[in-house]
């Protein structure tokens, strides 16, 4: 990877680690679903008059790519976290990095190196540090419902991979679409109160939307899937295990958590995991 992709690598774990905030205040403003109807429909809106359509090839790979990241992986991710822990969320989410890596071994044939697995495994010794304590068993509900985002964005990851390249807004805009009516029909079937959350929702809710729109959603995705276009999944997956530690961060800085000695050696072995992954095997001259 090149420094300026190093660069945008980091940023998306940065931004989607400030979103963890963002959600957790708009789903308690909104019904979770609800919300991220709101958030899809506004990306839809907002990118899809500008962009090209998806070619005749690309429709069926776009609508599966909305299924996937979308409907099970945000419907899933937004309705465990409105139901449980921030902090935990974040950490349970990271399982996305080794779903990716270990799909995208049968899948796109990107056969992991003895350093690529040695620095997941590090940075994943990191998020259990941060995992560590008594509450992780408190809610298993919301923590399943995580886990299978988890494994529904890296599905999402290796689709994106494998049937592209994809122009990244148009992929957004138009996954982003296919999205809409899904989360809608489970919101109507699941939820109450929708309208009435428009009106008392206050400004908070309306800032942490917002977020997820235009930074969580239009920036960090952008970056996202232009990286997943230019490097390998083995390459880009292992940075999504420093988004707890910015998500902790963020918790720190926004509701008022402390910094501990568990969050600064988990967030290290993280960071240093990441950057395990990113050394390039020596070539032996002969």
Request: with cysteine; aromatic share 12%.
């Amino acid at each position: 990877m090149s420094a300026i992709q190093i660069v945008c690598a980091v940023i998306v774990p940065l931004l989607w680690g400030y979103q963890f905030v963002a959600i957790k205040v708009g789903v308690t403003e909104f019904p979770p679903l609800f919300f991220l109807a709101l958030r899809f429909l506004a990306i839809a809106l907002l990118l899809v008059p500008f962009v090209k359509r998806p070619a005749r090839h690309q429709i069926g790979p776009v609508a599966a790519i909305s299924i996937f990241l979308g409907g099970l992986n945000f419907g899933l991710f937004y309705v465990g976290l409105g139901l449980g822990s921030g902090s935990l969320s974040a950490i349970a989410y990271q399982l996305a990095t080794p779903f990716t890596v270990l799909l995208a071994w049968p899948l796109l044939a990107e056969r992991p190196s003895a350093t690529t697995s040695a620095g997941v495994a590090l940075a994943f010794v990191g998020v259990v540090v941060l995992a560590a304590g008594p509450g992780l068993s408190a809610n298993a509900l919301p923590l399943l419902l995580v886990v299978g985002a988890a494994f529904a964005f890296a599905v999402s990851n290796v689709l994106t991979k494998r049937c592209g390249p994809f122009d990244p807004l148009m992929l957004m805009g138009w996954s982003s679409l296919f999205t809409v009516p899904q989360v809608m029909v489970m919101s109507l079937l699941l939820e109450y109160g929708q309208l009435a959350s428009l009106v008392t929702a206050d400004e908070r809710g309306w800032l942490a939307l917002a977020y997820t729109i235009f930074i969580g959603g239009i920036v960090g995705f952008g970056l996202w899937f232009w990286l997943i276009a230019r490097c390998s999944m083995g390459r880009v997956a292992p940075f999504g295990l420093l988004l707890p530690v910015f998500a902790l961060l963020s918790s720190v800085l926004f509701l008022g958590d402390r910094i501990t000695p568990k969050l600064i050696v988990g967030g290290l072995l993280a960071i240093s995991g990441v950057a395990l992954t990113q050394i390039r095997p020596s070539v032996r001259a002969t």
